[in-house]
C-alpha cells in the first residue's frame, strides 16, 4: 500500500549558510523523493536521512516527530516546512490510498532504547505491579499496605531478574513487535540500533511480509549492510553529489564490509 507518493523537498535558499534545515538539504533544493512499498534513506552521519524523517512527520502530523530547533534561527524550520510539499497515492484500485493512517508512527533509535531503560526502571516496575493488582480489585489501604511489603520487594527482584535475562536487542525486537501493526505507514531512524546481525534480517524480513501482504509502508533511514541487503526497497544515496538511487551492493558503507572480508578471506578458510 502507497500511503505517501511523493514528498518534494523546499525549492528555497538563504543566504544564511548555517540555517537548518537550508543547510542540510542546500544541495538538494527542490529535490521530489518518490516512495515504494519501502525506500530507503542511506547515508553516513550529517547526510540528512533523519531530517527528512523528522520532515516528512513534521509535514504529515505524524506521532514522534520533533520540534526543528535552529541555534536560534527560530523562523527557518517553520519556512521550511512550509515550502515543502507531498502527495498521498490516490488509487485504491492500484494500491494506493489517499489517506495517512490514523496509527502512523515516526520511530526513533533513541525512542526505542529509551523504552528498554524505562522497563528496566525499578520504579516503573513498582508501578505496573501495583496498577496490575488493582486492576485484580485491591483497596487504596490494600494497594498501600502492598507498596510497603516484603512480598512485593521479591516480586520486583523476581522482575528483575527476569528482564536481565534478554538483551537489548531482544527488547528491541518485542518493541517493534507491537509498534509495527497492519495498515500503517513507519518512518524508521536506524532501527538497526541494538540489533544483532540475525535480529536485523529478522527484523527486515517482518518488513518486507508487513509491507508485501499487511498493506504498510516504510521509509527507513539506514546505513546496515544486513537491512540494505534484505529489505526489499528502493534505495536513495543521500551521500551522491546529486540525488539519485543505487542498488545495495553499490553502497560505500557495504563495499566497505565487503573489501574488508574479502582482504581476510583466507582466515575463513
Given at each position: 500500500m502507497i500511503y505517501l507518493k511523493s514528498f518534494k523537498l523546499s525549492p528555497h535558499t538563504v543566504r544564511n549558510p548555517n540555517a537548518y534545515p537550508y543547510n542540510v538539504f542546500r544541495k538538494m533544493a527542490g529535490e521530489v523523493f518518490v516512495f515504494t512499498n519501502i525506500t530507503v534513506l542511506y547515508g553516513n552521519n550529517g547526510s540528512g536521512k533523519s531530517?527528512?524523517?523528522?520532515?516528512?512527520?513534521?509535514?504529515?502530523?505524524?506521532?514522534?516527530?520533533?520540534?526543528?530547533?535552529?541555534?536560534?534561527?527560530?523562523?527557518?524550520?517553520?519556512d521550511y516546512i512550509a515550502n515543502c510539499s507531498y502527495r498521498l497515492g490516490e488509487k485504491e484500485s492500484d494500491g494506493e490510498?489517499?489517506?495517512?493512517?490514523?496509527?502512523?508512527?515516526?520511530?526513533?533509535?533513541?525512542?526505542?532504547?529509551?523504552?528498554?531503560?524505562?522497563?528496566?526502571?525499578?520504579?516503573?516496575?513498582k508501578e505496573g505491579y501495583l496498577y496490575q493488582h488493582a486492576k485484580l480489585g485491591y483497596t487504596k489501604e490494600q494497594l498501600e499496605e502492598l507498596k510497603h511489603s516484603s512480598q512485593m520487594y521479591?516480586?520486583?527482584?523476581?522482575?528483575?531478574?527476569?528482564?536481565?535475562?534478554?538483551?537489548?536487542?531482544?527488547?528491541?525486537?518485542?518493541?517493534?513487535?507491537?509498534?509495527?501493526?497492519?495498515?500503517?505507514?513507519?518512518?524508521?531512524?536506524?532501527p538497526e540500533t541494538s540489533l544483532s546481525p540475525t535480529n536485523q534480517i529478522q527484523l527486515a524480513e517482518e518488513i518486507n511480509k508487513l509491507a508485501r501482504f499487511f498493506d504498510c509502508?516504510?521509509?527507513?533511514?539506514?546505513?546496515?549492510?544486513?537491512?540494505?541487503?534484505?529489505?526489499?526497497?528502493?534505495?536513495?544515496?543521500?551521500?551522491?553529489?546529486?540525488?539519485?538511487?543505487?542498488?545495495?551492493?553499490?553502497?560505500?558503507?557495504?563495499?566497505?564490509?565487503?573489501?574488508?572480508?574479502?582482504?581476510?578471506?583466507?582466515?575463513?578458510e
Amino acid at each position: 500500500m502507497i500511503y505517501l507518493k511523493s514528498f518534494k523537498l523546499s525549492p528555497h535558499t538563504v543566504r544564511n549558510p548555517n540555517a537548518y534545515p537550508y543547510n542540510v538539504f542546500r544541495k538538494m533544493a527542490g529535490e521530489v523523493f518518490v516512495f515504494t512499498n519501502i525506500t530507503v534513506l542511506y547515508g553516513n552521519n550529517g547526510s540528512g536521512k533523519s531530517t527528512l524523517l523528522n520532515l516528512i512527520a513534521n509535514k504529515l502530523n505524524i506521532t514522534g516527530a520533533e520540534g526543528l530547533t535552529n541555534n536560534g534561527y527560530n523562523q527557518y524550520p517553520i519556512d521550511y516546512i512550509a515550502n515543502c510539499s507531498y502527495r498521498l497515492g490516490e488509487k485504491e484500485s492500484d494500491g494506493e490510498s489517499d489517506r495517512v493512517p490514523p496509527n502512523s508512527l515516526y520511530i526513533k533509535s533513541e525512542d526505542i532504547l529509551y523504552e528498554i531503560k524505562k522497563i528496566q526502571q525499578e520504579a516503573v516496575l513498582k508501578e505496573g505491579y501495583l496498577y496490575q493488582h488493582a486492576k485484580l480489585g485491591y483497596t487504596k489501604e490494600q494497594l498501600e499496605e502492598l507498596k510497603h511489603s516484603s512480598q512485593m520487594y521479591k516480586q520486583i527482584e523476581n522482575m528483575k531478574f527476569a528482564i536481565e535475562k534478554y538483551s537489548n536487542g531482544e527488547t528491541s525486537m518485542q518493541l517493534f513487535e507491537e509498534y509495527l501493526a497492519p495498515d500503517g505507514f513507519y518512518l524508521l531512524d536506524e532501527p538497526e540500533t541494538s540489533l544483532s546481525p540475525t535480529n536485523q534480517i529478522q527484523l527486515a524480513e517482518e518488513i518486507n511480509k508487513l509491507a508485501r501482504f499487511f498493506d504498510c509502508q516504510f521509509i527507513i533511514a539506514t546505513h546496515s549492510p544486513f537491512m540494505l541487503g534484505t529489505l526489499d526497497a528502493k534505495i536513495y544515496n543521500l551521500d551522491a553529489p546529486l540525488l539519485r538511487t543505487n542498488k545495495w551492493t553499490e553502497l560505500e558503507n557495504v563495499r566497505f564490509f565487503y573489501d574488508f572480508f574479502k582482504k581476510r578471506k583466507n582466515e575463513f578458510e
